[in-house]
C-alpha cells in the first residue's frame, strides 16, 4: 500500500504545501486559530472529509472523518503559533503533514478496516488544548494517536518534559517613591525577592528540573511604588512526580518574596500540567523504518533521551492512548525551534519536504499497524479497556 500513499501524495502536494505556506503567513495564538482552523477544513472538505467544526466545545478545534472501520486512527494537527515570533515552532508543518497523511489513508479506509480521523488541536503552546479535549472524551475511541513535529534533526522516539505553567500575581500598595516610599508595599520587590530565591534554588534542582520565567508586568511608573506586579514562570522536569517537587519548591520562593515585601500574591495555572511524552515503541518502530527508506537519519535510540523536545500536551495523550510524536528534521541553518530564524524555515523547500515525508511517514505507521495482527489487536484492545475503565 505505500505505492498507494506515495501516488495520493503526490497528488495533494500542491494543496498540501499552500496550506502550510497559508497558515505561516498569517499565524494565530493558542484559542484564536480562527482563520487556521478553516483553512484545515477547506482542505479535509475538499478531499470528501466529514468535518466537525468547534469540537469538544472548543471553537478553533475540529474533527475531520473518513471511513468506518472499527480501527480509528488519530492523526493531530496543530496550527497555533507563538507571540512576535509566529510559526517558530512550525505547527504549519504539522498540521499540513497531519492533513496530508489523513488524505492518503482515506482511499484505503474500507480496506484497512479503519476509520481515519484529522483532529485539530488548538492551543499547544499556552493553554493545553489536548488536554482538555482528552478530558472531554475527545479521544476515547482512537486504537492510536499520531503527529509529526519539525525540528532541527529527526528524532523518531522523541521525548519531552513535564511541565506547569504558572501565573504569579503580587499586589502592594502604591505611594510617591520618592516622598512617601515607607507608604508602599512594593510588588515589584516581591517578585525581586523570589527571583532570587529561585536563582539560587538552581544548585539543588535534580537532573532535568528546569526553570524559567519572566515579569510580564513590573509597575506603571519609576516614581510610583508598584502596587502590582507580575511573573510568569514555567517548570519541568523528567516526569511528573519529579516535576511535584519541584513545584513545592518553587513555590515557596514565590511566598518568601510576598512576604519579604510585605505584599500578598496569587497563583494561577495558565495551562493543565503537561506531562512527559510516553511514545509507544512499537509505533516508533514502524515510524523509524519508514524515514529510513525516505533517506532520512533520525537519532539512534541511545541518543533519543538526550534531546528533550521542551514540553507538549501531547505527551498526556501517549498516557492514555498508544501514540508517537516523532520530529521530522528540517534545514534550519544552526536554528532552533523558538528562533525567528527557524520561523523562516519552516517555509523552505526543505519545510515543504517535511510535510511531504511527514504525511508519509505518518500513513504508512498507521498502515502497519492495522494490517499487522498482532499490533491491531493489541490496539483494539487497549480501546477496550480504556472503554471498561471509563464504565
Not at 50 to 71: F, Q
Not at 296 to 318: A, C, F, I, K, Q
Request: charged share 20%; glycine share 10%.
Amino acid at each position: 500500500m505505500t505505492s498507494d500513499v506515495d501516488r495520493t501524495i503526490t497528488v495533494a502536494q500542491t494543496d498540501l504545501i499552500a496550506l502550510s505556506h497559508s497558515l505561516h503567513a498569517e499565524p494565530e495564538l493558542s484559542f484564536a486559530e480562527h482563520r487556521s482552523a478553516a483553512k484545515t477544513t477547506e482542505v479535509l472538505s475538499r478531499y470528501g472529509f466529514e468535518v466537525t467544526t468547534a469540537y469538544a466545545d472548543l471553537p478553533t478545534a475540529l474533527c475531520a472523518e473518513y471511513g468506518s472501520g472499527e480501527m480509528v486512527i488519530g492523526i493531530f494537527a496543530e496550527y497555533d503559533a507563538l507571540p512576535e515570533i509566529g510559526h517558530a515552532c512550525g505547527h504549519n508543518i504539522i498540521a499540513a503533514a497531519a492533513v496530508g497523511a489523513g488524505v492518503a489513508l482515506a482511499p484505503l479506509a474500507d480496506r484497512l478496516g479503519i476509520t481515519v480521523r484529522v483532529i485539530g488541536t488548538p492551543a499547544e503552546e499556552s493553554g493545553g488544548g489536548k488536554v482538555v479535549m482528552l478530558e472531554r472524551g475527545a479521544f476515547d475511541d482512537l486504537a492510536m494517536a499520531a503527529m509529526v513535529h519539525p525540528g532541527p534533526e529527526d528524532i523518531a522516539g522523541a521525548t519531552s518534559l513535564a511541565m506547569a505553567d504558572l501565573a504569579v500575581t503580587y499586589a502592594g500598595r502604591e505611594a510617591h517613591a520618592s516622598a512617601a516610599p515607607q507608604h508602599g508595599r512594593n510588588a515589584a520587590d516581591a517578585a525581586t525577592v523570589a527571583q532570587v530565591g529561585l536563582g539560587l534554588l538552581r544548585q539543588h534542582l535534580a537532573p532535568g528540573q528546569q526553570m524559567h520565567g519572566i515579569v510580564s508586568d513590573g509597575g506603571v511608573a519609576p516614581n510610583i511604588v508598584p502596587a502590582r506586579t507580575e511573573m510568569l514562570y514555567y517548570l519541568r522536569a523528567r516526569t511528573s512526580d519529579s516535576l511535584d517537587e519541584l513545584t513545592r519548591r518553587a513555590l515557596a520562593c514565590f511566598e518568601a518574596g510576598a512576604l519579604a515585601a510585605g505584599c500578598t500574591h496569587e497563583i494561577r495555572t495558565v495551562s493543565p500540567n503537561y506531562v512527559e511524552l510516553r511514545p509507544d515503541p512499537w509505533l516508533v518502530g514502524a515510524y523509524r523504518e519508514l524515514i529510513e527508506t525516505m533517506g532520512r537519519t533520525p537519532l539512534p535510540p541511545d541518543r533519543e533521551g538526550s534531546r528533550p523536545l521542551g514540553s507538549t500536551d501531547m505527551g498526556n495523550v501517549t498516557h492514555v492512548i498508544p501514540g508517537i510524536h516523532p520530529v521530522i528534521g528540517i534545514e534550519a541553518a544552526g536554528a532552533v525551534t523558538h528562533q525567528p530564524e527557524f520561523a523562516a524555515a519552516c517555509v523552505t523547500p526543505s519545510a515543504d519536504r517535511a510535510v511531504l515525508d511527514g504525511a508519509r511517514a505518518l500513513a504508512g505507521t498507521a498502515i502497519a499497524a492495522a494490517t499487522d495482527p498482532v499490533q491491531r489487536a493489541r490496539l483494539l484492545g487497549v480501546v477496550a479497556d480504556r472503554r471498561g475503565a471509563r464504565s
